[in-house]
């Protein structure tokens, strides 16, 4: 079963619950599940809200933008990402030649941490892009998520596609400068004890100010729209 159908079915089972309203479920994901929420959503015209946590959108734009994100926060020379857009094209032969993980591992050498299961997700996923997806949501409002330290999606094209996409009236965008992808100020995140200390001591404070009241508002304001209604 895919991940999209996984959710479908599980807000399914939340429906026949009678300790909660049917009426009043929706959708959260981050990252990678910026693929699922938007064909689960599109599928499903009941769900009265998404929200939608630093989320992707092509999975080859973002390979290409976390690449070299972290090659810059690395300090790595012209010549060093260079190398590496190289062996980046070599992988992407690969994927179009549907090849095998033991074809993978004769190409690349190092394999760099690279397992035949992980191969075989991304060999499955390569060409995942959510536009057509996001256009069939229909208007479900959407709340979109945005950190302004993110090496692992490209914000810029996540919030121009998400803009071009949905209509103005279902889509609300939040922007949270001092964040990272995990929307956990930079700061913190880069001080192991200082988040370890948070984790344990206040786990609430481990997210960016105003993360967590925002979608609170978000969903407050989806259900009082929905009562109106």
Not at 104 to 128: K, L, Q, S
Not at 144 to 170: C, F
Request: aromatic share 8%.
């Amino acid at each position: 079963m895919r991940a999209w159908e996984e959710t479908l079915a599980a807000v399914a089972w939340a429906r026949t619950r009678p300790d909660i309203d049917g009426r009043r479920i929706g959708l959260w994901g981050a990252s990678q599940a910026g693929w699922v929420l938007p064909k689960a959503a599109a599928r499903d015209g009941r769900l009265q809200f998404v929200i939608a946590v630093s989320p992707a959108v092509n999975w080859l734009r973002q390979g290409r933008y976390n690449l070299l994100a972290e090659l810059d926060r690395d300090g790595a020379s012209e010549q060093e990402k260079q190398a590496a857009l190289r062996r980046r094209e070599t992988v992407l032969g690969l994927l179009e030649r549907g090849a095998a993980f033991t074809q993978y591992r004769a190409a690349i050498g190092d394999a760099d941490g690279m397992t035949a299961a992980r191969w075989g997700f991304i060999t499955r996923n390569y060409r995942a892009d959510a536009t057509a997806d996001l256009a069939a949501m229909r208007g479900t409002p959407l709340l979109l998520v945005l950190a302004g330290h993110d090496i692992n999606v490209d914000v810029a094209d996540t919030e121009a596609v998400y803009r071009r996409i949905l209509p103005p009236t279902s889509l609300t965008v939040t922007h949270y400068p001092r964040a990272t992808h995990s929307l956990v100020d930079h700061d913190l995140e880069s001080s192991a004890w200082r988040l370890t200390v948070t984790a344990i001591a206040a786990p609430r404070r481990l997210y960016t100010d105003g993360f967590l009241a925002d979608q609170a508002r978000f969903v407050q304001r989806v259900d009082s729209s929905r009562e109106e209604r």
